[in-house]
């Protein structure tokens, strides 16, 4: 029986599979990347899972799609910190804790000094 520590959690949806499945349904890749004014291997990349968005593409992005530069920098967010958590779980299990988990207000008080 696996047990719910053992479960890897799904990858979350990138934004490459949002583009692609929600605004390039009805514009082609060269068409948006023509609004956007950057090349059209740029837009294929993203769609494809080869270039992370990065902040002025997630404000290019939300300016042709009428969207937030939140939104996209939100979605790459979820899959950055997916990715390292997979790459780094195992040596995660062994660090040290140094403080327990304090109340958002309190969150950096109490830090012990060099």
Avoid at 30 to 49: P, T, Y
Avoid at 69 to 92: G, P, S, T
Wanted: proline content about 5%; cysteine-free.
């Amino acid at each position: 029986m696996t047990s719910q520590t053992d479960m890897i959690p799904a990858p979350p949806t990138s934004p490459g599979e949002v583009l692609r499945d929600d605004f390039l349904v009805n514009l082609t890749q060269d068409q948006l990347a023509k609004a956007m004014r950057v090349s059209r291997f740029s837009i294929n990349q993203i769609v494809n899972g080869r270039r992370a968005i990065t902040a002025e593409m997630a404000l290019r992005l939300s300016k042709v799609t009428n969207t937030s530069h939140d939104f996209w920098l939100n979605l790459q967010r979820a899959v950055d910190i997916y990715e390292a958590r997979m790459k780094l779980k195992d040596e995660l299990a062994t660090l040290q804790v140094l403080r327990q988990k304090k109340p958002q207000g309190e969150m950096v008080r109490d830090l012990p000094e060099d």
